[in-house]
């Protein structure tokens, strides 16, 4: 099982896009050793659109830019696992990627096999050019089994954009984790749009195949690739409290090497990644919603607790949120002792239901675990 949790790493394009070198990768690398990223569980460092000169080589092989990757992709990857992380590029199932770069339609082994010969250990696989009459299923299948065939463990990232519901068979063609929606932006609008419209695909997710909403925007602050304002720090633990209890994969956007003191608290959280990383892998759902602004989630873990996530999308209003012990399966005289995930609070015992004010465009997260007699 390549993906028993969630994959955590880091991805160019939210900040970088096109902007991309082997100086860059490296200095990541070195980042997210220096910086604790690693330690918290971050372990891909993966390379997006437009790394690749424009044309195949003589025997019909990807080839790195020169003048972005001069020493090439294997010596990138091998200085990438030297600091004991794990290498990640990018691919497309069309003809050609999104940025207009060759793609491996038609040339799916002989990618898996250069990609495995360089060391790779993430491919993400995207959905742009796609031939007439193959369907987006049959596209995916074609690489994932090329990459079983190369025999080493890769990752397969499925960035479909959720255009033939994914979820609903990319376990079946090899897929650990596959996109549900399109790009995100660093917006509030895109955060509310794509993260609280995972609700309902809860059944599909769990360890080694989940469901992907993108990559994260959190530290950006309207500066990169797909600035679109920026958001609040509230905002942006909305955001990363959300990705967390939807089991979503963490693949940091924002430039780790200048993050403000907030990012790098938020990005290395213990009580949150852990909700993420729970063993049990369930994904986190909806449970209770006043009005369209007001919400309670849930998500089950492994210790036979319950996360449960307060969430105020209003802008203005400031709101007891609260999460009724029916609505999380308890019974409503079970005694359950619950503490503030984020602030490490701990509110006491409580039985019936537990409520918290809510700041617009912020969440609380508690952990209510049942009192043992």
């Not at 509230?234 to 693949?251: N, T």
């Amino acid at each position: 099982m390549l993906a028993p949790t969630p994959p955590m790493g880091w991805n160019s394009w939210n900040t970088f896009g096109a902007d991309i070198h082997e100086e860059l990768i490296r200095q990541v690398a070195d980042t997210f050793v220096e910086a604790g990223l690693k330690e918290a569980g971050y372990t891909y460092v993966v390379i997006d659109d437009l790394w690749e000169a424009d044309e195949r080589d003589e025997k019909g092989r990807l080839v790195p830019d020169p003048k972005k990757f001069p020493s090439g992709m294997k010596a990138l990857a091998d200085y990438v696992h030297s600091k004991g992380l794990k290498f990640g590029i990018y691919s497309c199932a069309g003809t050609h990627t999104c940025a207009g770069k060759p793609a491996s339609y038609g040339y799916e082994e002989v990618d898996a096999q250069t990609f495995a010969g360089w060391g790779v250990d993430f491919l993400k696989y995207d959905f742009c050019y796609k031939p007439a009459g193959v369907d987006g299923p049959s596209l995916y299948r074609r690489m994932g089994q090329a990459l079983r065939a190369t025999g080493r463990p890769i990752i397969f990232s499925l960035c479909e954009w959720g255009t033939n519901e994914p979820w609903k068979w990319g376990a079946s063609v090899g897929g650990h984790m596959w996109r549900t929606t399109g790009d995100i932006n660093d917006s509030w609008e895109s955060i509310e749009q794509i993260g609280f419209s995972q609700n309902g695909l809860e059944a599909y997710a769990g360890p080694d195949h989940w469901n992907d909403p993108d990559m994260l925007v959190v530290g950006m602050y309207g500066k990169g690739n797909v600035a679109r304002g920026g958001c609040t720090d509230s905002e942006y633990r909305v955001h990363f409290a959300l990705w967390c209890l939807l089991a979503a994969p963490l693949m940091i956007g924002c430039d780790v090497r200048h993050m403000n003191t907030f990012t790098h608290q938020l990005l290395t959280h213990k009580g949150l990644i852990a909700i993420n990383q729970d063993p049990l892998g369930r994904q986190g759902f909806r449970v209770g919603q006043e009005g369209e602004h007001f919400e309670t989630w849930m998500k089950p873990l492994a210790d036979g607790s319950i996360t449960v996530g307060l969430f105020n999308r209003h802008k203005e209003w400031r709101r007891v949120i609260t999460a009724p012990w029916e609505s999380l399966g308890l019974h409503d005289r079970r005694p359950c002792r619950v503490q503030n995930v984020i602030t490490g609070e701990d509110y006491g015992v409580y039985t019936r239901f537990f409520g918290a004010p809510v700041d617009p465009h912020d969440v609380v997260v508690v952990k209510i675990t049942p009192v043992k007699d």
